[in-house]
Protein backbone atom coordinates (compact mmCIF):
# COMPACT_ATOMS: atom_id res chain seq x y z
CA UNK A 1 0.00 0.00 0.00
CA UNK A 2 3.03 2.53 0.80
CA UNK A 3 4.74 1.82 -2.83
CA UNK A 4 1.11 2.60 -4.25
CA UNK A 5 0.70 5.83 -2.40
CA UNK A 6 4.75 6.76 -3.79
CA UNK A 7 3.97 5.82 -7.23
CA UNK A 8 0.33 8.25 -7.04
CA UNK A 9 2.30 10.90 -5.02
CA UNK A 10 4.94 10.76 -7.85
CA UNK A 11 2.11 11.16 -10.41
CA UNK A 12 0.49 13.93 -8.58
CA UNK A 13 3.86 15.49 -8.65
CA UNK A 14 4.36 15.42 -12.52
CA UNK A 15 0.52 16.45 -13.27
CA UNK A 16 1.07 19.60 -10.92
CA UNK A 17 4.61 20.28 -12.55
CA UNK A 18 2.54 19.99 -15.92
CA UNK A 19 -0.43 22.68 -14.56
CA UNK A 20 2.79 25.07 -13.55
CA UNK A 21 4.65 24.59 -17.18
CA UNK A 22 0.79 25.47 -18.51
CA UNK A 23 0.13 28.05 -15.73
CA UNK A 24 2.88 29.49 -16.31
CA UNK A 25 3.75 29.91 -19.62
CA UNK A 26 2.50 33.24 -20.04
CA UNK A 27 5.65 34.26 -17.53
CA UNK A 28 8.31 34.11 -20.17
CA UNK A 29 5.91 34.97 -23.55
CA UNK A 30 3.35 37.29 -22.78
CA UNK A 31 5.73 40.53 -22.97
CA UNK A 32 7.19 38.89 -27.07
CA UNK A 33 4.00 38.07 -27.87
CA UNK A 34 2.09 41.03 -26.85
CA UNK A 35 4.84 43.29 -28.84
CA UNK A 36 4.66 40.62 -31.93
CA UNK A 37 8.52 39.90 -30.98
CA UNK A 38 7.43 36.50 -31.52
CA UNK A 39 4.49 34.64 -33.27
CA UNK A 40 2.78 32.40 -29.98
CA UNK A 41 3.87 29.36 -32.02
CA UNK A 42 7.82 30.02 -31.95
CA UNK A 43 7.20 31.38 -28.06
CA UNK A 44 5.84 28.22 -26.74
CA UNK A 45 8.37 26.21 -28.46
CA UNK A 46 11.50 28.59 -27.23
CA UNK A 47 9.75 28.75 -23.45
CA UNK A 48 9.51 24.80 -23.44
CA UNK A 49 13.09 23.78 -24.83
CA UNK A 50 14.75 26.13 -22.14
CA UNK A 51 11.95 25.36 -19.27
CA UNK A 52 13.64 21.74 -19.99
CA UNK A 53 17.49 23.17 -19.59
CA UNK A 54 16.76 25.10 -16.99
CA UNK A 55 15.37 22.58 -14.96
CA UNK A 56 18.76 20.62 -15.29
CA UNK A 57 21.10 23.22 -14.16
CA UNK A 58 20.44 22.87 -10.62
CA UNK A 59 19.26 21.15 -6.91
CA UNK A 60 19.94 24.09 -4.44
CA UNK A 61 16.02 25.26 -4.56
CA UNK A 62 14.93 21.74 -4.73
CA UNK A 63 16.20 20.87 -1.34
CA UNK A 64 14.93 23.95 0.16
CA UNK A 65 11.26 22.82 -0.87
CA UNK A 66 12.18 19.34 0.32
CA UNK A 67 13.50 20.85 3.90
CA UNK A 68 10.19 22.93 4.73
CA UNK A 69 8.86 19.94 6.73
CA UNK A 70 10.25 17.24 8.92
CA UNK A 71 8.14 13.79 8.28
CA UNK A 72 7.62 11.00 10.57
CA UNK A 73 9.89 7.94 9.45
CA UNK A 74 8.13 5.21 11.79
CA UNK A 75 4.45 6.50 9.90
CA UNK A 76 5.47 6.54 6.00
CA UNK A 77 1.85 6.26 4.67
CA UNK A 78 0.66 9.29 6.82
CA UNK A 79 3.83 11.32 5.39
CA UNK A 80 3.27 10.22 2.26
CA UNK A 81 -0.94 11.21 2.72
CA UNK A 82 0.19 14.64 3.71
CA UNK A 83 2.25 15.16 0.69
CA UNK A 84 -0.23 13.99 -1.72
CA UNK A 85 -2.55 16.62 -0.08
CA UNK A 86 -0.35 19.40 -0.78
CA UNK A 87 0.36 18.36 -4.06
CA UNK A 88 -4.08 18.51 -4.67
CA UNK A 89 -4.58 21.63 -3.04
CA UNK A 90 -1.61 23.22 -5.10
CA UNK A 91 -3.04 21.81 -7.99
CA UNK A 92 -6.94 22.87 -7.43
CA UNK A 93 -5.84 26.54 -6.67
CA UNK A 94 -3.73 26.51 -10.11
CA UNK A 95 -6.69 25.68 -12.53
CA UNK A 96 -8.87 28.13 -10.28
CA UNK A 97 -6.52 30.91 -11.04
CA UNK A 98 -5.76 30.00 -14.75
CA UNK A 99 -9.54 29.83 -14.47
CA UNK A 100 -10.11 32.94 -13.52
CA UNK A 101 -6.83 34.64 -15.55
CA UNK A 102 -5.08 35.70 -12.59
CA UNK A 103 -1.17 34.66 -12.65
CA UNK A 104 -0.99 33.40 -9.08
CA UNK A 105 2.65 31.65 -7.49
CA UNK A 106 2.10 27.84 -8.48
CA UNK A 107 5.44 28.11 -6.03
CA UNK A 108 3.62 29.52 -2.80
CA UNK A 109 0.45 27.63 -3.60
CA UNK A 110 2.75 23.95 -3.41
CA UNK A 111 4.47 25.28 -0.09
CA UNK A 112 1.11 26.70 1.05
CA UNK A 113 -0.21 23.21 0.66
CA UNK A 114 2.22 21.78 2.16
CA UNK A 115 2.38 23.49 5.52
CA UNK A 116 -1.88 23.71 5.65
CA UNK A 117 -1.68 19.41 5.30
CA UNK A 118 1.46 19.39 7.93
CA UNK A 119 -0.47 21.54 10.36
CA UNK A 120 -3.90 19.94 9.99
CA UNK A 121 -1.33 16.36 10.38
CA UNK A 122 -0.29 17.76 13.72
CA UNK A 123 3.08 17.79 15.16
CA UNK A 124 3.36 13.85 15.68
CA UNK A 125 3.65 13.31 12.09
CA UNK A 126 4.72 16.47 10.38
CA UNK A 127 6.73 19.79 11.84
CA UNK A 128 7.14 22.74 9.82
CA UNK A 129 10.60 24.21 9.61
CA UNK A 130 9.17 27.94 10.03
CA UNK A 131 12.90 29.59 10.14
CA UNK A 132 12.91 28.05 6.56
CA UNK A 133 9.71 28.91 5.40
CA UNK A 134 10.39 32.82 6.95
CA UNK A 135 14.04 32.88 5.25
CA UNK A 136 13.20 31.21 1.94
CA UNK A 137 9.87 31.77 1.27
CA UNK A 138 7.97 34.32 2.84
CA UNK A 139 11.39 37.17 3.17
CA UNK A 140 11.41 36.87 -1.21
CA UNK A 141 7.38 36.51 -1.88
CA UNK A 142 8.06 40.06 -0.35
CA UNK A 143 11.28 41.20 -1.60
CA UNK A 144 11.20 40.00 -5.17
CA UNK A 145 8.34 41.52 -6.52
CA UNK A 146 9.60 45.42 -5.14
CA UNK A 147 13.26 44.31 -6.66
CA UNK A 148 11.37 43.44 -9.65
CA UNK A 149 9.58 46.57 -9.97
CA UNK A 150 12.19 48.81 -8.73
CA UNK A 151 15.04 47.17 -10.85
CA UNK A 152 12.56 47.48 -14.56
CA UNK A 153 12.19 50.98 -13.71
CA UNK A 154 15.21 51.99 -13.38
CA UNK A 155 16.84 49.75 -16.58
CA UNK A 156 14.17 51.29 -18.64
CA UNK A 157 14.63 54.75 -17.71
CA UNK A 158 18.49 54.14 -18.27
CA UNK A 159 17.22 52.82 -21.82
CA UNK A 160 15.39 55.75 -22.45
CA UNK A 161 18.66 57.46 -21.75
CA UNK A 162 21.04 55.77 -23.92
CA UNK A 163 18.92 55.76 -26.83
CA UNK A 164 17.34 59.34 -26.43
CA UNK A 165 17.16 61.14 -29.73
CA UNK A 166 17.90 57.72 -32.01
CA UNK A 167 14.85 56.92 -34.77
CA UNK A 168 11.98 55.06 -32.42
CA UNK A 169 11.29 53.21 -34.83
CA UNK A 170 15.00 51.80 -35.35
CA UNK A 171 15.43 51.51 -31.67
CA UNK A 172 11.66 49.33 -31.21
CA UNK A 173 12.55 47.18 -34.02
CA UNK A 174 16.49 46.30 -32.42
CA UNK A 175 14.85 45.36 -29.19
CA UNK A 176 11.86 43.61 -30.77
CA UNK A 177 14.51 41.26 -31.80
CA UNK A 178 16.66 41.33 -28.21
CA UNK A 179 13.64 40.21 -26.54
CA UNK A 180 13.86 36.25 -28.48
CA UNK A 181 16.85 36.27 -26.16
CA UNK A 182 15.69 37.92 -23.59
CA UNK A 183 12.42 35.71 -23.31
CA UNK A 184 14.83 32.64 -23.88
CA UNK A 185 16.28 33.67 -20.22
CA UNK A 186 13.41 34.23 -18.44
CA UNK A 187 12.17 30.73 -19.86
CA UNK A 188 15.79 29.25 -18.49
CA UNK A 189 14.97 30.77 -15.17
CA UNK A 190 11.32 29.38 -14.58
CA UNK A 191 12.79 25.86 -15.46
CA UNK A 192 15.53 26.77 -13.20
CA UNK A 193 13.06 27.46 -10.48
CA UNK A 194 9.69 25.78 -10.86
CA UNK A 195 10.52 22.72 -12.21
CA UNK A 196 13.22 22.44 -9.07
CA UNK A 197 10.01 22.86 -6.61
CA UNK A 198 8.66 19.60 -8.28
CA UNK A 199 11.92 17.64 -7.57
CA UNK A 200 11.87 18.67 -4.38
CA UNK A 201 8.33 17.38 -3.52
CA UNK A 202 9.34 13.70 -5.27
CA UNK A 203 12.69 13.81 -3.11
CA UNK A 204 10.50 14.38 0.30
CA UNK A 205 8.42 11.57 -0.48
CA UNK A 206 11.29 9.00 -1.43
CA UNK A 207 12.76 10.40 1.92
CA UNK A 208 9.70 9.86 3.74
CA UNK A 209 9.10 5.89 2.38
CA UNK A 210 12.69 5.04 3.34
CA UNK A 211 13.45 5.31 -0.38
CA UNK A 212 16.27 7.70 -0.47
CA UNK A 213 18.21 9.69 2.24
CA UNK A 214 18.26 13.09 2.97
CA UNK A 215 22.13 13.20 2.31
CA UNK A 216 21.51 11.44 -1.29
CA UNK A 217 21.24 13.96 -4.40
CA UNK A 218 18.35 13.98 -6.42
CA UNK A 219 17.66 11.06 -8.78
CA UNK A 220 18.06 11.07 -12.53
CA UNK A 221 14.52 9.96 -13.27
CA UNK A 222 13.34 12.68 -11.07
CA UNK A 223 15.04 15.27 -12.56
CA UNK A 224 14.36 14.12 -15.84
CA UNK A 225 10.74 13.66 -15.36
CA UNK A 226 9.89 17.00 -13.63
CA UNK A 227 11.62 18.48 -16.24
CA UNK A 228 9.44 16.89 -19.09
CA UNK A 229 6.32 17.28 -17.28
CA UNK A 230 7.00 21.49 -16.83
CA UNK A 231 8.15 21.66 -20.54
CA UNK A 232 5.24 19.51 -22.12
CA UNK A 233 3.04 22.01 -19.58
CA UNK A 234 4.63 24.69 -21.27
CA UNK A 235 4.08 23.84 -24.94
CA UNK A 236 0.36 23.61 -24.42
CA UNK A 237 -0.05 27.00 -23.38
CA UNK A 238 -1.85 29.46 -20.97
CA UNK A 239 -3.41 31.90 -22.99
CA UNK A 240 -5.92 33.52 -19.97
CA UNK A 241 -3.19 34.79 -18.24
CA UNK A 242 -1.07 35.52 -21.08
CA UNK A 243 -3.64 38.00 -21.98
CA UNK A 244 -3.37 39.48 -18.70
CA UNK A 245 0.30 39.88 -18.48
CA UNK A 246 0.98 41.03 -21.77
CA UNK A 247 -2.05 43.42 -22.64
CA UNK A 248 -4.07 44.15 -19.58
CA UNK A 249 -1.55 45.35 -17.01
CA UNK A 250 -0.49 47.87 -19.52
CA UNK A 251 -0.06 47.67 -23.35
CA UNK A 252 4.37 46.78 -23.56
CA UNK A 253 6.18 48.11 -26.56
CA UNK A 254 9.73 45.79 -27.00
CA UNK A 255 12.21 48.05 -25.11
CA UNK A 256 9.74 47.74 -22.22
CA UNK A 257 8.98 43.87 -22.46
CA UNK A 258 12.82 43.71 -23.49
CA UNK A 259 13.30 45.50 -19.75
CA UNK A 260 10.76 43.28 -18.03
CA UNK A 261 12.01 40.12 -19.25
CA UNK A 262 15.77 40.72 -18.20
CA UNK A 263 15.10 41.73 -14.84
CA UNK A 264 13.02 39.13 -14.59
CA UNK A 265 15.74 36.90 -15.10
CA UNK A 266 18.09 38.28 -13.46
CA UNK A 267 16.21 37.91 -10.28
CA UNK A 268 15.52 34.36 -10.89
CA UNK A 269 19.26 33.17 -11.49
CA UNK A 270 20.32 35.46 -8.12
CA UNK A 271 17.94 33.78 -5.93
CA UNK A 272 18.43 30.67 -7.37
CA UNK A 273 21.77 30.47 -7.15
CA UNK A 274 22.74 32.68 -4.23
CA UNK A 275 20.11 32.52 -1.96
CA UNK A 276 18.73 28.86 -3.11
CA UNK A 277 14.52 30.50 -2.51
CA UNK A 278 12.21 29.24 -4.47
CA UNK A 279 10.94 32.51 -5.65
CA UNK A 280 7.62 33.16 -7.92
CA UNK A 281 8.86 34.12 -10.99
CA UNK A 282 4.72 34.93 -11.71
CA UNK A 283 5.46 37.62 -9.12
CA UNK A 284 8.73 38.28 -10.45
CA UNK A 285 7.61 38.93 -13.87
CA UNK A 286 4.55 41.00 -13.28
CA UNK A 287 5.91 43.09 -10.96
CA UNK A 288 8.82 43.75 -13.86
CA UNK A 289 6.10 44.75 -15.97
CA UNK A 290 4.64 47.05 -13.97
CA UNK A 291 7.55 49.00 -13.07
CA UNK A 292 8.80 48.52 -16.58
CA UNK A 293 5.48 50.63 -17.60
CA UNK A 294 5.55 52.85 -15.00
CA UNK A 295 8.48 54.69 -16.51
CA UNK A 296 5.86 55.90 -19.32
CA UNK A 297 3.67 57.61 -16.79
CA UNK A 298 2.19 55.78 -13.67
CA UNK A 299 -1.41 55.95 -14.71
CA UNK A 300 -0.02 53.85 -17.85
CA UNK A 301 -0.67 50.56 -15.88
CA UNK A 302 -3.93 49.25 -15.07
CA UNK A 303 -3.46 49.78 -11.38
CA UNK A 304 -7.33 47.97 -11.20
CA UNK A 305 -6.00 44.70 -12.75
CA UNK A 306 -2.55 45.67 -10.85
CA UNK A 307 -4.71 45.12 -7.74
CA UNK A 308 -6.65 42.27 -8.64
CA UNK A 309 -3.03 40.27 -9.35
CA UNK A 310 -1.64 41.48 -5.79
CA UNK A 311 -5.05 40.12 -4.17
CA UNK A 312 -4.38 36.26 -5.48
CA UNK A 313 -0.61 36.90 -4.22
CA UNK A 314 -1.57 37.40 -1.29
CA UNK A 315 -4.48 34.78 -1.16
CA UNK A 316 -2.15 32.47 -2.64
CA UNK A 317 -0.48 31.16 0.42
CA UNK A 318 -3.75 30.50 2.86
CA UNK A 319 -6.06 29.31 0.53
CA UNK A 320 -3.53 26.62 -1.29
CA UNK A 321 -3.15 25.80 2.68
CA UNK A 322 -6.66 25.58 3.20
CA UNK A 323 -7.75 23.35 0.52
CA UNK A 324 -4.47 21.42 1.23
CA UNK A 325 -5.75 20.36 4.41
CA UNK A 326 -9.45 19.60 2.88
CA UNK A 327 -7.80 17.25 0.57
CA UNK A 328 -5.90 16.17 3.74
CA UNK A 329 -8.95 15.33 5.65
CA UNK A 330 -10.52 13.18 2.68
CA UNK A 331 -7.34 11.27 2.04
CA UNK A 332 -6.64 10.35 5.84
CA UNK A 333 -10.65 9.02 5.67
CA UNK A 334 -9.91 7.03 2.72
CA UNK A 335 -6.63 5.58 2.96
CA UNK A 336 -5.30 5.88 7.09
Known amino acids: MTLAIVIAVVVVALAFDYTNGFHDAANAIATSVSTRALTPRVALILAAVM ?31 IILAALLGAIVWNLITWY ?45 PIVGFCAAFLVMLAIMWLFRGRPAV ?42 ASESDGLPLW ?63 ITSAIMGAGASKRLNAVRWSVAGNIVFAWVSTFPAAGLVAALMYEILHFILL
Open 51 to 81: NFVGALLGQEVAHTVSDTLSLSAADARHALV
Open 100 to 144: FGLPSSSSHALIGGLVGAALVAGPDVASVHWKTIVDKVIIPMVAS
Open 222 to 284: VIIGAASAISLGTYSGGWRIMRTLGRRIIALDPARGFSAEAVGAAVLYTTAFAWHAPISTTHT
Open 170 to 211: RVLRGFRMMQTVSAAALALGHGLQDAQKTMGVIFLALVASGH
